[in-house]
T-cell receptor
């Protein structure tokens, strides 16, 4: 079945540590996105990519980095520069041209 | 002014009633509109999309779009306790291909 897979489901980060969240899709979608959701708040865009080897910053890119080396994969690295990383991270993909997103199941990141 | 605005709720309706969820947006160039349902602790799920003025029905759900007034609404008929969730309105803002802007969501509670 086609879908979008995020891993791990839960992740714990120590202070000063970089962590990478995985996002893989087999929907043949060109565009992929990373959002952050804090309790009781909406989705905030971190990074997005509409084509392989190209990506753009969203509204809250500071402290995060991404790569898009393959169409299927869009990993997100939460760096030590991100001072408040505890949140629910959602990866999504879509066809280009104004279509809705398909979301992965999310990764819940906690700083310990 | 936020780009996409929703009443945070909670909106409480009795089982079997019609739930009406509203969303306004600021960019007149917006072309595509979506409703997502998000259960607590889960990722958003696309339930309706609408692209032109008027109504679009899918089962118990009806999406309504009025571009002149810049609002989009979602009606849920015969509300069930399983409809209790947060409903996110998302808008494709004009000029930003395939990048959705989300509202903060309306929490719906369907009571027995």
């Amino acid at each position: 079945d086609g879908g979008i897979t995020q891993s791990p489901k839960y992740l714990f980060r120590k202070e000063g540590q970089n962590v990478t969240l995985s996002c893989e899709q087999n929907l043949n979608h060109d565009a992929m996105y990373w959002y952050r959701q804090d309790p009781g708040q909406g989705l905030r865009l971190i990074y997005y990519s509409q084509i392989v080897n190209d990506f753009q910053k969203g509204d809250i890119a500071e402290g995060y980095s991404v790569s898009r080396e393959k169409k299927e994969s869009f990993p997100l690295t939460v760096t030590s520069a991100q001072k408040n990383p505890t949140a629910f991270y959602l990866c999504a993909s879509s066809m280009t041209g104004g279509y809705g997103y398909t979301f992965g199941s999310g990764t819940r990141l906690t700083v310990v | 002014q936020k780009e996409v605005e929703q009443n945070s709720g909670p909106l409480s309706v009795p089982e079997g009633a019609i739930a009406s969820l509203n969303c306004t947006y600021s960019d007149r160039g917006s072309q595509s509109f979506f409703w997502y349902r998000q259960y607590s602790g889960k990722s958003p799920e696309l339930i309706m999309s609408i692209y032109s003025n008027g109504d679009k029905e899918d089962g118990r759900f009806t999406a309504q779009l009025n571009k002149a007034s810049q609002y989009v609404s979602l009606l849920i008929r015969d509300s069930q306790p399983s409809d209790s969730a947060t409903y996110l309105c998302a808008v494709l803002v004009g000029g930003t291909a395939s990048k959705l802007t989300f509202g903060t969501g309306t929490r719906l509670q369907v009571t027995l």
